[in-house]
T-cell receptor, first 109, second 114 residues
Framework: AQRVTQPEKLLSVFKGAPVELKCNYSYSGSPELFWYVQYSRQRLQLLLRHISRESIKGFTADLNKGETSFHLKKPFAQEEDSAMYYCALTFQGAQKLVFGQGTRLTINP | ETGVTQSPTHLIKTRGQQVTLRCSSQSGHNTVSWYQQALGQGPQFIFQYYREEENGRGNFPPRFSGLQFPNYSSELNVNALELDDSALYLC?????????????FGSGTRLTVV
């Protein structure tokens, strides 16, 4: 079965410091990975997907098939990055996303 | 262009009752998926509807059922409610195609079963 693990439930960093939110997955085929974000009092929204290889709001994520990881990184955290972040996986032919438990990121001033 | 709207936003039901949750998909999206998010957990896939037919189902019992209408809106019905059904129920719309990425989520319905 497919699984997504986000080992940190809570992550707190200071403004201007680098941020890395960890995501590991288990799937034997070729997955498609996503990061979703939920800001306070807002709905869940797509942040980025690995196939587009974009940088959104300064965040990047690289799919490492050898380590089965898709960590989310930002070199300099901003206070507005405080939010709940979910890593999610799907695969060809699937109708679903498999989500991790989420990491609550807090950026301290 | 409108987003995904869900109703009601909150409701409280008694164990054993039945509940219907509603979702209007984003303009241009003809696929609707439902997710259950328990407190402190990530969303879990319940099922997906495409062209008014169930198009994939997660590990949920048959008392979780749904409908999709010709205008692509959808309903989630849960019968014989149990305390563990208390959760945030999310609706997401998307275009069809391989995989399930690129969802637009609604704000959710918070269901409390007492």
């Amino acid at each position: 079965a497919q699984r997504v693990t986000q080992p940190e439930k809570l992550l707190s960093v200071f403004k201007g410091a680098p941020v890395e939110l960890k995501c590991n997955y288990s799937y034997s085929g070729s997955p498609e990975l996503f990061w979703y974000v939920q800001y306070s009092r807002q709905r869940l929204q797509l942040l980025l997907r690995h196939i587009s290889r974009e940088s959104i709001k300064g965040f990047t994520a690289d799919l490492n098939k050898g380590e089965t990881s898709f960590h989310l990184k930002k070199p300099f955290a901003q206070e507005e990055d405080s939010a709940m972040y979910y890593c999610a996986l799907t695969f060809q032919g699937a109708q679903k996303l498999v989500f991790g438990q989420g990491t609550r990121l807090t950026i301290n001033p | 262009e409108t987003g995904v709207t869900q109703s009601p936003t909150h409701l409280i039901k008694t164990r054993g009752q039945q509940v219907t949750l509603r979702c209007s998909s984003q303009s241009g999206h003809n696929t609707v998926s439902w997710y259950q998010q328990a407190l402190g957990q990530g969303p879990q896939f319940i099922f997906q509807y495409y062209r008014e037919e169930e198009n994939g189902r997660g590990n949920f019992p048959p008392r979780f059922s749904g409908l999709q209408f010709p205008n692509y809106s959808s309903e989630l019905n849960v019968n014989a409610l149990e305390l563990d059904d208390s959760a945030l129920y999310l609706c997401a719309s998307s275009l069809p195609g391989p995989g399930a990425g690129g969802y637009t989520f609604g704000s959710g319905t918070r269901l409390t079963v007492v």
